[in-house]
């Protein structure tokens, strides 16, 4: 049995709402109540698969859709497939177009240098590369109390629950008994369970997942310091007083070097088999690249838990991380970006921050690697290395993260540049700044 976070959005100084989300293996005494389990999923994945695909390239999502496709499922049943497909359709579409957005600042960033007189004879041109329609390959079955309903078991009963489904019979429900271990009734003790719940088909079985809300009041006072968080692979996280916490470099690092190589191995015997007509093949997959990721995640999850324990009683702000559009012409480097798996860490900050009742709070992360903490100039030159910030303008020179941490920090009650549409917007107001700093200092 086991227990998940869900992350929660931005965060303020007003009361957050944090989701809890825990999961239960489903162990049905009769094993024919999940087979019936098993003949369900197979109906409604690749009927949900036909929805997210419509609404991904034919119209906008619409969880109240008419139905338009026949399968064997009851009316309640297709409901629940549209509104499951909806949500993934409307993730794709927001992802798509802010990464789409930032391509488009990437483009114009790189037009912008060449036409420097000191253009970059390294640097390529941003290239977009369309995304692939979801595909679902796991099944996931994101049930409402229309078809799915848990209820409290007799007292004299040896199970917590009972879990009522609708099968694809006409009027003939699935009991699945739901057992509770000691962890999840301490957990779920005085709490109220939300009506939705979520069926999930793995490898060791079906697995229910239940959810409750709680509300958790910040306590930070607004008058507290802040302090500014920069996300990196060097050093998960830089903090703006000059502290740094995890990295990838290393043990996971060296680890992620072989078990690439392992894979490119098997792949090539795959390959050499294949041509010499074997049909049974070796598999690519490998689990040692899933202990990686979740080792990954426990290096992140150590290195902001350390942070917040250092730093009590203080405000954070940390950056707006696009990872989806971060992209290298060299396929080791994309690989790298990967594992290192950078778009956890803010999702971590932000869920550290709520469930501790501390203030968190997104910024804009443009140009805080580039923008001089001094004089505020934007330019890719003043990064000479990865470590190394250097001002090509006034000289400053420090830590590169802990230059874009102060920046970040800087940004935390900044209303004039979170005003700012795009990276165009925010490179100009930063010129704007670096103006009016060379005129106050007399360098004009």
């Excluded at 997104?362 to 910030?389: I, L, M, W």
């Amino acid at each position: 049995m086991k227990q998940r976070k869900r992350y929660p959005t931005e965060r303020s100084t007003s009361p957050t709402l944090t989701r809890t989300v825990t999961h239960i293996r489903l162990e049905a005494v009769n094993a024919g109540k999940l087979t019936a389990l098993d003949d369900l999923a197979q109906v409604y994945l690749p009927f949900c698969q036909q929805y997210v695909t419509f609404f991904c390239t034919e119209e906008s999502p619409d969880k109240f859709h008419a139905t338009c496709f026949a399968a064997p499922l009851s009316e309640r049943w297709h409901r629940v497939a549209i509104q499951q497909a909806a949500g993934i359709a409307q993730s794709w579409h927001t992802n798509r177009a802010q990464a789409y957005r930032d391509y488009l600042d990437d483009l114009l960033d790189y037009h912008e240098q060449q036409a420097s007189p000191d253009p970059d004879p390294n640097a390529t041109e941003p290239a977009w590369r369309e995304w692939n329609i979801p595909v679902l390959r796991q099944v996931c079955i994101q049930a409402n109390v229309n078809v799915a309903v848990l209820e409290p078991a007799q007292d004299s009963s040896t199970f917590d629950y009972w879990l009522k489904i609708s099968t694809l019979e006409f009027r003939k429900q699935l009991l699945v008994p739901v057992k509770l271990a000691t962890y999840h009734r301490k957990a779920l003790e005085g709490k109220t369970i939300n009506t939705s719940v979520t069926l999930n088909k793995r490898d060791d079985g079906w697995w229910l997942t239940l959810s409750y809300d709680e509300v958790v009041q910040v306590l930070t006072e607004p008058s507290a310091p802040v302090v500014g968080v920069d996300v990196g692979i060097a050093n998960f996280l830089t903090t703006s007083d000059g502290q740094h916490y995890g990295t990838f470099h290393g043990k996971l690092r060296e680890r992620q070097k072989r078990d690439r190589e392992k894979r490119r191995r098997k792949a090539t015997l795959r390959t050499c088999l294949e041509k010499k007509g074997v049909r049974k093949l070796p598999s690519t997959s490998s689990r040692s690249g899933q202990r990686l990721a979740r080792h990954v995640r426990q290096e992140i999850n150590h290195a902001v838990n350390q942070c917040f324990a250092q730093h009590p009683d203080v405000q954070f702000a940390y950056e707006q991380l696009s990872v989806a559009t971060m992209k290298y012409k060299a396929r080791a480097m994309n690989a790298y970006l990967y594992a290192s798996n950078l778009a956890h860490i803010p999702k971590q900050i932000a869920w550290g921050a709520a469930k501790r009742g501390r203030a968190a709070r997104k910024v804009k992360s443009a140009y805080t690697s580039q923008e001089c903490g001094v004089c505020h100039y934007p330019d890719r030159a003043n990064r000479p290395n990865q470590q190394t910030f250097c001002c090509v303008v006034c000289g400053y020179s420090t830590h590169a993260d802990c230059n874009a941490a102060c920046n970040i920090e800087h940004r935390w009650g900044d209303s004039e540049l979170r005003a700012c549409k795009d990276r165009k917007a925010v490179k100009a107001l930063l010129l704007k700044r670096h103006q009016e700093w060379k005129q106050q200092h007399g360098w004009l």
